[in-house]
Each structure stands twice: as structure tokens, then as C-alpha cells.
């Protein structure tokens, strides 16, 4: 047995690169071996797709899955004696573990059957009509018991009608009535009848939502030989005024977290798996499934051998390259006889002017060719590993019908490397908001605590979604466009794949629209961002920020301390955020009177800010907080670090049952308002930053702690216009149910 370090490590031993001349060159190399080697190199990268072969053991899924579904009835059936509120709770704790029998089964089609049919009663019971409806199809696709079939039917039915789905409905009645049933089913389907003729004579009249107007074209695209394709604004912009959308064409889930394949959900509440490989990949709906069955089909072996979490950017890549090389093929000249060079010539050098997100795609910028040789040998190990994978593990090859396999497969493995080269300098990743320290294939719609009915939280529990998580590594050829500076004009907020850019402040007609590729001026010294600039993307920036005498001075505020010795106000010279590194010995110096600081106040601190639970402690953190002032000046990155810690902390003691006095929720308020307003300074008020963490502040106003004036609350009720749809509901529904009535 051996991994993918040791083949590629054996496989960089047989191979020698010479200068580089471009990715069709480089993969040449490792194809045109001399005889012995190369027999030897490509039999590394069949064995070790043998040796990722992971078999699922059919038998012990099935049990796993069907202990866990019967755990699951269980706890379904106890809400017959439980109040309504208890009862829904029940409902949601059976659902999470019908989803963890259905992820368990794999392959065990019998046991995946039942558990969709068990996960649809409960989802229908709780309000997830669409999703029970989902897992009734599901159970009948994967086999539920036929004599069992009209009962799953019947709730279709059921769910359809909930729905307002007249056409769903009239069919699903349609097929009840060919089939024998008891009295009682025969009773529900005469009431569904009765409710088909309701619907039918009432067409839904709700407005169908307004198509949202056209933006106004307010940037465009130049090319200059100086600064080569580049975004300016057309027109006027205001700060927070909408620039452009860019729809993803590709993305791939990055993590462990389970979010939807196709559409970058992140808040499931019925995730469909993919039962062939292993649990690693899932769908927000079967809709979903659908659209992404043919690019899972090539990578649905992958995920099964978990080759794809090893190789980093170059998923990504083969990605845009199994979604859009059908398209890229329409560029290639009609006649067959080609060679893999001309073909390749072809394919990266369209002639077209044409514009599609794919071929924007493939314009896009790489400096491979300045990769360090070791970085190159890596990124093309990959592409070739991935390249035979395609050819001998999917029927990529055969699909798109590539007529000289053998020339194919050395412009296959090119195109993969070049699309990774690309994505290191273009690649972007995309957030959202997640549940603090929730596993990653739990789902946050099925924590039973939180939910009193479908996207509606409970009372106190929006603080839940103060996390935010890097979930996707997405391909925006669009904003890949923009330039970089230290001061980015554009603010980019995630929804899935949905991706829309705001003027970070007001911008002028004819100005450049700028991205920042790297961490921006207020986070970063202009020394550390030019290092990462030149390292990854090969150049030094001369923006307005990093031109100025004093590049820093912004960053700056937000590190001053005053001196225990002289108590002058200083900046320390180095180890500004010494309290980020494990080295215990980092220490920093006034710079006035050079004395090491001794800091017994922050130790002091963090041994208070272990005791939340108790009133006693907690007065004293609070009192402790209140006399950081005296070291800490301003909004100190360090104090609001110290802030988020103490606040964090104190919600978790609350949420673990500890009581709270007036006086401790008061306190809290305050600590939440100074870190909102520091958080306002250095990222906005707007920013996904600034919106988490005003969830602490909401559940307070939602518990009648704090009271917030008409300004505060309309700016938090119009921020969550920048949150993906699926949270912004969840957000919006909380207000309505809890702040303002
Ligand atoms: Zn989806
Ligand atoms: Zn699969
Ligand atoms: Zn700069
Ligand atoms: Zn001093």
C-alpha cells in the first residue's frame, strides 16, 4: 500500500522537467519517457487509484443504517405524549437521525428506501412539505416495498397540495385511484379530491414574484497595454450600490462540510446523498441531483477513492474542465486529422470574440511559468493523475467522443494543469454563515433546540449563526477581471453561487472598480501584503495606500497600547499580534521607554474568561473588560479579540443554563455595542462580520434586555440584504417574530 505522497514523490524521481514553455509542454515531458520509465510511472498512477479504491461493506451499512432508523421511530413516537412544543422537537430529533440512516446505508438500497420514507413522514409533519415530498420520490426510486408504495403516494399527495401544486397533485390522485385501499386511505383520498377541485377553481393568484429590474450597466471592461483587461465604472456609484452579479458556472465545496453540489446550499434539511460514494457528497433536492448528475458521474469514483480533498486547486480545476470543455470543443475547426498540439493551439487559443462565462474561463491569467520547479512537478503529478483517472474509472472520454484517445489524453492533462495554474491566481473562495463548532455532516435546520417551526428560529438562538466559514472554492472569471488594490472598491457578498459586488465607497464615473487579492490595508502591514502579492501573484503594489509616507498608519490604530512603565501611548515595533502566536515567549516594547511590557493583565483575563457560569466571575470579567481600557486604547485588535471571547463565552454559559441578573446582561450590551462598533471601523457596517455579530445584540433586544432605537434597527434590518437568501429568511423571520412585532 502506498499514498498519493509516496506515488508522487516515486513519480518526481522518474521525470525531468526542463524551462518551462507552457502546461502542453511540461505534460509532454512526463508522457514521453524513455520506455522502462515511463512503463514504470504509469503503472504508479494506476496502483495508486487501485489502492484508494475504497469498498463499502454492503452488509454493515445496512445494519448501521437500520439501528439507527429504528432509533429514529422511536424517538418519532414519543411525541405522542409529549406538549406541541416538545412534540416538534421530537419531530426535528427524528429527522436528524432518519438523515444519519440515510447517509449511513450507501449502497444498502433496501435500508435507503425506508429511511427516505421515515425522514418524509417527519419532514411532512414538521412543515418541510417540498423536501417530504423529495424523499417520497426518493423511497420509490431506490425501491420502497411495492405492496407498501400507496402510502407514499398518499403523502406526495398530501405534500402536493400543502404546496399548491395542482398538476402534482391531479397526478398523484390519478394513480391512488387505481389502487386498492383501506377505508381510511380511501377517506384521504376523497378529501384530497375535494381539495383538488378547491384549487383548481381557485388558481393561485399570488403575484408571481417581480422580475427584478435590469441594473444599469454601470462598469465596463477595458483593455490597455499597460494594465491589460481591467473593470471601470461607467457612471457614478454610491457606497453600497450594487456594481455587478457574476453567477458561478463553478465551484467546488471545500472542507469536510456537506453543502449542496449544485447549488452551494449550505442549510439543508433533507440532504440526498449520492449513495455510491461514501457520504461525501449531497444535493439540496433532488432538482439539484439532477442538474449535477453528469459532472458527479465523472467524479462520483474520485469521491469514492477521496482523492479529491488531497489535491487542493486542482478539483476545482477538473471541474471547469468536465463542465465547460463540450463547449470549449465547439471552438476546435471541423476536420479530425489533428495532432494533440494542434489541438490543443486550438482549444487555448479560440479565435472567437465571443464572451460566454466559459471561455472567460479560459482567457483567464496564470504564472506557472514563475511557479517554483517543485510547485510545477506537483500541479502536473495532479493534472496527469487526474487526466488517467477520467480515462480509466468514467466515461468521460467516451462521451464527448474523442476520437485519437492517445492525443486527447496529453491535451486532457494540459488543459487540468493549466485550469489549476489559473486557479491560483484566480481562484476565489466564497463564505457563509454556519453553527459555531457544529459537526460537519450535521445540519443546522435539524438541530432540535433551535427551530419552533420550518426557517422560523426559537426565541434567543439567532447568536447560533455568529460563525462564518469559508465553504466553497468558486471560479469568477468576471471578478477575476478586476485589478488588485489595497483598498478594495468592491465588497463581495456570497449567496451559493450567486455572487454580487457593492461599491465599498462612493465611486466616481471613470474610476478603475479594484478587488483586493489579499488582506486589505487595515489588516494587514504593507510589508506582509507585498511579500504575499509578489509570492503568489508575482507582483508589487503601488496603490494609493502603499504609496503614502505612512502605509501603516491605519493599521496602526488599531494596535495601540499604553506603557505600564512610562504610560505613553505607543505602537510596538514588532510581534504586533504576538497574542495570535503559540511562541509564549513573544513579547512587545514601549516604544517611548523600551521596557518589555509585563501583560499580567492579559493572563489575569483569560483565567477569568474560563468562569463565565458563575455571577461572582463574571462581575469580575466585566470589571476586568472595563480596565483593558487603561492598556488597550481605541478599538485595539486585542480588545476586540478579548470582546468576541468574553461575549462568545458568556452566550455559551447562558445557553448551558447559567442565569443572567439585569446587571450581567447590561454589562454584556455594552461589551456587544463597543465590539459592533470596532468591527464598523475596520470592516463595516455591512460586512458579514458586522452582521453575525449583531446576533448577540438582536437575541438581547429579542429577550427585552436591550433597546435599541429606530436608526439601530433599521440599519440592522437593511443589512441583512446582503446575506445569501437562505439565511436572510431565517434573519427576517427573526425580526418580524422577535424584534418588531
Ligand atoms: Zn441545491
Ligand atoms: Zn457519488
Ligand atoms: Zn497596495
Ligand atoms: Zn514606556
Redesign the pocket.
Known amino acids: 500500500m502506498f499514498d498519493l505522497a509516496e506515488a508522487f514523490s516515486r513519480q518526481s524521481d522518474l521525470i525531468q522537467l526542463t524551462t518551462y514553455e507552457n502546461e502542453f509542454e511540461t505534460i509532454k515531458s512526463l508522457h514521453t519517457l524513455p520506455k522502462d520509465k515511463q512503463r514504470h510511472f504509469n503503472a504508479l498512477t494506476i496502483q495508486l487509484l487501485d489502492n484508494l479504491e475504497q469498498p463499502a461493506n454492503k452488509e454493515s451499512c445496512a445494519q448501521t443504517s437500520r439501528s439507527l432508523r429504528e432509533e429514529g421511530n422511536r424517538v418519532y413516537k414519543s411525541k405522542c405524549d409529549k406538549n406541541a412544543a416538545e412534540a416538534k422537537e421530537c419531530l426535528l430529533a427524528a429527522c436528524r437521525i432518519y438523515t444519519q440512516a440515510i447517509l449511513e446505508a450507501e449502497d444498502a438500497l433496501d435500508e435507503l428506501a425506508l429511511g427516505f420514507a421515515n425522514r418524509g413522514m417527519a419532514l411532512q409533519d414538521f412543515g418541510y412539505f417540498q423536501q417530504a415530498y423529495d424523499d417520497c420520490a426518493c423511497a420509490l426510486e431506490f425501491g420502497y416495498p411495492h405492496r407498501l408504495q400507496h402510502k407514499l403516494v398518499m403523502r406526495q399527495a398530501h405534500c402536493a397540495w400543502q404546496l399548491g401544486n395542482v398538476q402534482q397533485l391531479a397526478e398523484h390522485l390519478s394513480i391512488l385511484k387505481k389502487l386498492p385501499l383501506n377505508d381510511g386511505y380511501a377517506k384521504q383520498l376523497e378529501q384530497l379530491k375535494q381539495q383538488l377541485e378547491i384549487l383548481e377553481a381557485n388558481p393561485n393568484n399570488e403575484q408571481l414574484p417581480a422580475i427584478p429590474a435590469v441594473h444599469r450597466v454601470n462598469h465596463k471592461i477595458l483593455s490597455t497595454p499597460a494594465k491589460g483587461r481591467h473593470m471601470i465604472a461607467t457612471t457614478a456609484l454610491m457606497k453600497d450600490e450594487l456594481i455587478f452579479t457574476e453567477q458561478a458556472q463553478c465551484f467546488v465545496p471545500i472542507e469536510q462540510r456537506l453543502i449542496c453540489q449544485q447549488c452551494a446550499a449550505s442549510l439543508l434539511c433533507a440532504p440526498i446523498p ?4 461514501h457520504q ?2 449531497v444535493y439540496c433536492s433532488r432538482n439539484c441531483r439532477q442538474l449535477h448528475a453528469k459532472i ?1 458521474s465523472y ?2 469514483g474520485a ?2 477513492r477521496n482523492l479529491l480533498s488531497m489535491l487542493g486547486v486542482s478539483h476545482l480545476a477538473l471541474r471547469l474542465l468536465v463542465k465547460h470543455l463540450p463547449e470549449w470543443m465547439k471552438q476546435l475547426p471541423t476536420e479530425n486529422s489533428r495532432n494533440a498540439k494542434e489541438l490543443w493551439q486550438a482549444l487555448v487559443y479560440p479565435t472567437t470574440t465571443e464572451d460566454s462565462p466559459s471561455l472567460q474561463s479560459l482567457r483567464m491569467i496564470t504564472q506557472l511559468h514563475k511557479a517554483p520547479q517543485e510547485e510545477l512537478v506537483y500541479h502536473a503529478l495532479c493534472a496527469n493523475l487526474l487526466q488517467v483517472y477520467l480515462f480509466s474509472c468514467t466515461s468521460f472520454y467516451e462521451d464527448l467522443k474523442m476520437a485519437n484517445q492517445t492525443d486527447w489524453h496529453l491535451v486532457i492533462a494540459a488543459l487540468i494543469l493549466r485550469n489549476a495554474g489559473q486557479l491560483l491566481v484566480n481562484g476565489h473562495v466564497g463564505n457563509a454563515l454556519v453553527i459555531h463548532a457544529l459537526p460537519s455532516n450535521e445540519f443546522p435546520l435539524l438541530q432540535p433546540d433551535m427551530w419552533q417551526r420550518p426557517y422560523h428560529l426559537k426565541r434567543g438562538y439567532l447568536h447560533k449563526f455568529s460563525s462564518r466559514e469559508l465553504i466553497t472554492a468558486i471560479n469568477l472569471p468576471l471578478l477575476s477581471l478586476c485589478n488588485h488594490a489595497c483598498n478594495p472598491s468592491l465588497r463581495t457578498t456570497f449567496d451559493g453561487c450567486m455572487v454580487n459586488n457593492y461599491a465599498a465607497f462612493d465611486i466616481a464615473a471613470g474610476e478603475e472598480i479594484f478587488n483586493c487579492y489579499s488582506l486589505d490595508y487595515k489588516h494587514s502591514l504593507s510589508e506582509q501584503r507585498q511579500q504575499q502579492l509578489l509570492e503568489i501573484y508575482k507582483f508589487r503594489c503601488d496603490c494609493s495606500k502603499c504609496v503614502r509616507p505612512e502605509a501603516d498608519a491605519d493599521y496602526f490604530n488599531f494596535h495601540r497600547y499604553r506603557c505600564e512603565q512610562c504610560k505613553q501611548s505607543f505602537v510596538p515595533k514588532v510581534n504586533l499580534n504576538w497574542w495570535q502566536q503559540s511562541d509564549e515567549m513573544l513579547s512587545i516594547c514601549c516604544t517611548a521607554c523600551e521596557e518589555t511590557q509585563q501583560l499580567t493583565w492579559y493572563d489575569q483575563f483569560l483565567q477569568l474568561l474560563e468562569r463565565c457560569d458563575e455571577p461572582r466571575d463574571r462581575r469580575k470579567l466585566f470589571e476586568a473588560f472595563a480596565a483593558l481600557n487603561t492598556w488597550l486604547l481605541d478599538f485595539n485588535s486585542l480588545k476586540l479579540s478579548l470582546a468576541k471571547e468574553l461575549i462568545g463565552g458568556c452566550f455559551a454559559a447562558k445557553d448551558a443554563g447559567a442565569t443572567f441578573a439585569d446587571y450581567d446582561y447590561a454589562e454584556l450590551c455594552k461589551i456587544i455595542e463597543f465590539e459592533l462598533a470596532g468591527i464598523a471601523a475596520q470592516r463595516g457596517s455591512n460586512s458579514l462580520q458586522y452582521i453575525s455579530n449583531a446576533t448577540y445584540l438582536l437575541d438581547m433586544i429579542a429577550w427585552g434586555k436591550h433597546k435599541a432605537n429606530a436608526k439601530q434597527l433599521q440599519a440592522m434590518r437593511s443589512s441583512f440584504a446582503f446575506l445569501a437568501k437562505e439565511t436572510r429568511e431565517i434573519f427576517v423571520n427573526y425580526y418580524n417574530d422577535f424584534i418588531e412585532q
Do not use: D, F, G
Open positions: 449520492c449513495p455510491a460514494c461525501r457528497v458527479h467524479e462520483c469521491y469514492r
